[in-house]
């Protein structure tokens, strides 16, 4: 991969989260840098104790504090969790920027553009601030229309009935 690529895995099903992780094993099979920026899902849970055993190869990063997934929360404590999920997303903006990383997964970022925490725009100019070589992946519910230009492959999840 000589060049870097932006995919997306979006949709209401299941199975986002885990193809984007697929990703990141074989990345790292191959000696590949891999970090993996988590959004909305809390502070911890029983998966991301899991995950952590994959470290140093692939490195989790969450910015939130709570322990519940933001949906859960107040309004108060949403806007709270706000702050730090732009904290997260400064950091994704450095690590595009700087290419720590051959790929760099934003896994449900796409909720953070629904939940009205970054624009559209904003996501867009993260997306065009990667390294050329750096792969990117963007995970979520409903992918925005005005980002579709901007991403190389885009894998649609539907869930069965």
């Given at each position: 991969?000589?060049?870097g690529?932006v995919?997306?895995y979006?949709?209401?099903g299941r199975g986002k989260?885990?193809?984007?992780?697929g990703r990141?094993?074989?990345?790292?099979?191959?000696g590949k840098?891999?970090?993996?920026?988590q959004?909305?899902k809390g502070?911890?849970?029983?998966?991301?104790?899991?995950?952590?055993r994959?470290?140093p190869?692939?490195?989790f990063?969450?910015?939130?504090?709570s322990e519940?997934y933001y949906?859960?929360?107040s309004?108060?404590?949403?806007?709270e969790?706000g702050?730090?999920i732009?904290n997260?997303i400064n950091?994704?903006?450095?690590?595009?920027?700087?290419?720590?990383?051959d790929?760099l997964?934003?896994?449900?970022?796409?909720?953070?553009?629904?939940?009205g925490?970054?624009e559209?725009?904003?996501l867009?100019?993260l997306?065009?601030?990667?390294?050329d070589?750096?792969?990117l992946?963007?995970t979520?519910?409903?992918l925005?229309?005005?980002?579709?230009?901007?991403i190389d492959?885009?894998?649609h999840?539907i869930?069965?009935?």
């Open positions: 991969m000589a060049d690529s995919q997306v979006y949709g209401e989260s885990p193809a984007a992780l990141a094993i074989r990345a790292a099979s191959e840098t891999v970090f993996i920026i959004f909305l502070k911890s849970d029983g998966q991301m104790e899991f995950l952590r994959l470290e190869e692939i490195k990063f969450r910015f939130e504090k519940e949906n859960a929360l309004a108060e404590e949403q806007h969790e702050k730090n732009k997260g950091f994704a903006r450095k690590v595009l920027a700087t290419g720590e990383c790929l997964i934003l896994d449900e970022v796409l909720g953070i553009v629904d939940h925490l970054i559209v725009e904003e867009i100019g997306v065009k601030a990667r390294l070589d750096m792969d992946i963007l979520g519910w409903v925005p229309e005005r980002l579709r230009g901007h492959e885009i894998y999840l869930p069965e009935n």
